[in-house]
């Protein structure tokens, strides 16, 4: 009976842990800018784990598994060469910022070189954004929970988690924000390796078998994935789709909690390396699965992983997708009130009109 609650008890435990470190670097804002970009002293480890953990969300890695088991080779090029080139980019972006550096949100920064309208509709938009950011990830939270216990109603747990990140965000603001995207990137990047390890060990095959396996799967093939045709063309609009798509206000709100455009520069070329890595051990979660059932439909993937682990592992995988998801969810409520507040409200004059 304990070790069939003991998932959810590690739940609870990372929560309440998760609540105690959003509390203890809460500091009370005094303005608006200590609680959207802070007093700017973050140091460059802390603003690189926060900007992998507003980009990794809860989804993104259940997906990525799925798809490195169902596409191959064609999967696995796309999110490595995406989620490195993606943050690279931002480096030659932050070098131009040094007259932005004092803004608060990219919707300023916008609305400082084309006026006001511009500001307010790119407000706009990248609230609509963010809600749906914020709605995914509390769709994910459910998820993971349901699949890692049926002893509680996973909806009870997604309730509690979500009101963790909204009081630690709201009160803490991007400090609370910050430390606790620390922590739970920090969570993630120690368990997934861990994961990816087991998961070998289930396939029993030694590294030569698996890579002769490999072979001879044409989805594994890279005759397959580099031929001249409609795929290849499809394959590279999809990098470049991906490559936009990490563009996001939360993720430039990073540039502006930096203390220096060098600062924000090294941040990204770290943050590009170590998400090389995390992209890998992610893929290989996917390819042990398909290495030892390579006919396992896509609906099946997670249920097969969930099913050939012990309690403890559960556990740890539930930790490791409420990690991501609250890290992502949190990053994006935080830049979504600020946007309100600060570029809707305010710049509009609606707080005066009242």
Not at 92 to 99: D, E, K
Not at 195 to 207: C, D, H, R
Not at 321 to 344: F, G, H, K, P
Request: proline fraction near 3%; include cysteine; hydrophobic fraction near 55%.
């Amino acid at each position: 009976m304990m070790l069939s609650n003991l998932p959810l008890l590690m739940v609870i435990a990372f929560l309440l842990l998760t609540l105690a470190t959003g509390l203890y670097f809460s500091k009370k804002t005094t303005s608006l800018q200590d609680y959207a970009v802070g007093n700017k002293n973050f140091s460059t480890a802390t603003l690189v784990a926060t900007v992998l953990a507003t980009i990794y969300g809860g989804g993104g890695l259940i997906r990525n598994v799925e798809q490195v088991h169902k596409q191959g080779l064609h999967w696995i090029f796309f999110t490595i060469l995406s989620a490195t080139i993606s943050i690279w980019i931002f480096i030659p972006l932050a070098s131009r910022m040094s007259l932005f550096m004092r803004n608060l949100s990219m919707a300023e920064t916008i609305g400082s070189v084309y006026g006001r309208i511009p500001r307010v509709i790119t407000a706009i938009s990248s609230i609509m954004t963010a809600i749906v950011t914020i709605a995914i990830q509390i769709n994910v939270i459910t998820l993971a929970i349901s699949m890692c216990t049926d002893m509680v109603n996973p909806r009870i747990i997604t309730i509690i988690a979500t009101l963790i990140l909204i009081f630690y965000s709201s009160f803490g603001g991007i400090r609370a924000v910050t430390y606790t995207d620390a922590l739970q990137f920090i969570t993630f990047l120690i368990i997934i390796p861990v994961l990816a390890w087991l998961m070998f060990q289930k396939t029993e095959f030694s590294i030569g078998n698996i890579v002769a396996f490999l072979k001879t799967q044409e989805k594994f093939q890279f005759s397959n994935v580099f031929s001249l045709n409609t795929s290849l063309v499809s394959f590279i609009a999809l990098i470049l789709a991906g490559i936009v798509s990490y563009i996001q206000p939360s993720t430039i709100q990073r540039i502006y909690m930096a203390s220096s455009p060098i600062q924000a520069q090294r941040v990204f070329m770290y943050s590009g390396i170590l998400s090389f890595f995390v992209i890998i051990f992610i893929v290989l979660v996917g390819i042990a699965v398909f290495v030892a059932v390579p006919d396992l439909p896509i609906q099946g993937i997670w249920k097969y992983i969930m099913g050939n682990v012990v309690p403890f592992v559960k556990g740890l995988v539930c930790i490791s997708l409420l990690s991501l998801t609250m890290s992502t969810a949190d990053s994006n409520l935080n830049s979504c009130s600020v946007l309100i507040v600060y570029d809707i409200v305010n710049s509009t004059g609606l707080s005066q009109n009242r």
